[in-house]
Every structure is written in C-alpha cells, then in structure tokens.
C-alpha cells in the first residue's frame, strides 16, 4: 500500500486549497478512503471520509460546508477541496486506508493557515 499526498502550503485566512491523495498498491475502489489531520499537539481527527465508489461522505462537524471529498477510481485519487480556510485548519493532513491489516498512511502534507 502507498498513499502519497500532494497540495499542501500557505494560505491566508478565507483561502482555499485542494488536497490530492495518490494510491496504489491495493485495489482502490474496493475502499473507503479518509482524510485525517493532526494539528501540534492535538491528537489525529478524521476529517473526511468516502465510500468505496463515493456514494456516501462524512464530515467532522468543524469542517461541514467547507470542506468537500471526492475520489476517482480510474485515476485511484482521492481529494479534499477546502474552502473558507481559518487558522485553526492548520495541521499535517494525511491520506488514509483502513484495510483488513490495519490503517496505512501517506507521509502527509501540510498546511498552514495564516495572514
């Protein structure tokens, strides 16, 4: 399994990035995907999550109605597009699969809110 994260970087506050995730190594549509992040400090939370053939996502309630996650199963890609971005979006976010063997991770990215 490898899950690599792309797209991170500076932003102001009220900005917007968009978060790529690369996987390979595992049959991709067969699982739901998540975004997770974890700010200094705090512990990992889950951000977002996709079903196997994105039907049906989940938010945290911070980031309802600003964030939004999609996937392309052709292209074995997650993403997470984020909106309306405040300081305390500040974190690592990381790409995650949770299979049978356990969770794997990507190396994350990061992104840093701030005027």
């Known amino acids: 399994v490898r899950l690599v994260e792309s797209g991170g970087g500076l932003v102001q506050p009220g900005g917007s990035l968009r978060l790529s995730c690369a996987a390979s190594g595992f049959s991709f549509s067969s699982y739901g995907m998540s975004w997770y992040r974890q700010a200094p400090g705090k512990e990992r939370e889950l951000v977002a999550f996709?079903?196997?053939?994105?039907?049906?996502?989940n938010y945290a309630d911070s980031v309802k109605g600003r964030f939004s996650i999609s996937r392309d199963n052709i292209k074995k890609t997650v993403a997470l597009q984020m909106n309306s971005l405040k300081p305390e979006d500040t974190a690592v976010y990381y790409c995650n699969v949770r299979k049978i063997g356990g969770d794997y991770w990507g190396q994350g990215t990061q992104v840093s809110v701030s005027s």
């Open positions: 996709i079903s196997s053939f994105g039907g049906s996502t």
